[in-house]
């Protein structure tokens, strides 16, 4: 099969509202509010809508992710968890 052209591959990118950044976190816990900053910053620069999950409310999420607080994703899959680095989750979210 041929290559796409650069044109077609651009044209089903995602767009940065059709993308989704989850932050995994809990109250209290400062490396959770310093990564709330980043995410706020770049998603609100690209358009991108987050949301915050509490994992003291979700079990799973406190079985799957405890040891690993505050973690991103991007799209459903991690992305990153304890410190967000913001050029990163900027070309995760462009590229």
């Keep these: 099969m ?3 052209s650069p044109l077609f591959r ?3 990118a995602k ?3 059709d993308r989704l950044v989850t932050l995994i976190g809990k109250p209290d816990c400062h490396l959770c509010d310093d990564a709330q900053s ?3 910053r770049i998603c609100g620069e690209l358009g991108v809508p987050w949301e915050w ?3 003291t409310e979700d ?3 406190h079985d ?3 040891e690993q607080i505050p973690v991103v994703l991007v799209d459903g899959a991690q992305h990153t968890f304890w410190r967000v680095n913001e050029d990163r989750l900027r070309k995760a979210l462009t590229g």
Excluded: C, F, H, N
């Design 2 to 4: 041929a290559d796409m």
């Design 10 to 12: 651009r044209a089903t």
């Design 15 to 17: 767009s940065p509202g």
């Design 38 to 40: 980043v995410v706020e």
């Design 53 to 55: 999950k509490d994992i």
């Design 59 to 61: 079990a799973q999420l």
């Design 64 to 66: 799957q992710y405890w």
